[in-house]
């Protein structure tokens, strides 16, 4: 804007200069003139400069203003879409955290009952008290049946050939008291 008012003062100035010294035939005034006029192309090119700038960045302006609405536009549905696998994987942990603990509690469950279990099945090596014991109370017991075998008496079985029947010989057992 003062550039424009400048350039104008400029020209008016050159134009009164010409009116002022059309007369003068020696040319006194065409090194002031000259020189304005100068200015003026000067400026003329300065203003032409200037407004391409402006014209350059209004332009930049306006597809960099249409670029970050894109992007804008853009990253808002990326937000939105962010927000909502947000909640889809928030709920999902939620899910799989209390499918974790119960499988746990299964685990526990089953891996007391393995110990129980184990515990039960896994032969323990006796300690050698215990197989002395028990080795004395099997020879106490084996001591005990000779005895009564030997103190009542006892039937004693022998094998006896019958007669043939049809040419097979028949065995029997016959108990005899001794």
Request: aromatic content about 4%; glycine content about 4%.
């Amino acid at each position: 804007a003062k550039t424009e008012k400048g350039l104008d003062g400029v020209q008016a100035a050159i134009k009164v200069l010409k009116d002022y010294y059309a007369s003068d035939a020696d040319g006194a005034a065409n090194g002031i003139i000259s020189i304005l006029e100068d200015i003026e192309s000067k400026m003329t090119a300065y203003l032409a400069d200037l407004t391409s700038d402006e014209e350059t960045a209004v332009a930049e302006y306006v597809s960099m203003s249409k670029e970050n609405g894109v992007d804008r536009s853009t990253k808002e549905k990326d937000v939105d879409y962010d927000t909502k696998e947000t909640k889809e994987l928030s709920k999902s942990i939620a899910e799989f955290s209390s499918d974790e603990s119960s499988t746990q509690e299964e685990l526990e469950a089953v891996t007391a009952y393995r110990e129980k279990i184990k515990q039960q099945c896994i032969a323990k090596p006796e300690s050698f008290e215990e197989r002395k014991k028990r080795r004395e109370a099997e020879l106490a017991g084996l001591k005990e049946a000779l005895e009564i075998l030997d103190s009542e008496p006892s039937l004693i079985q022998r094998r006896v050939a019958h007669r043939k029947l049809r040419g097979v010989e028949q065995n029997a057992i016959v108990a005899a008291s001794a």
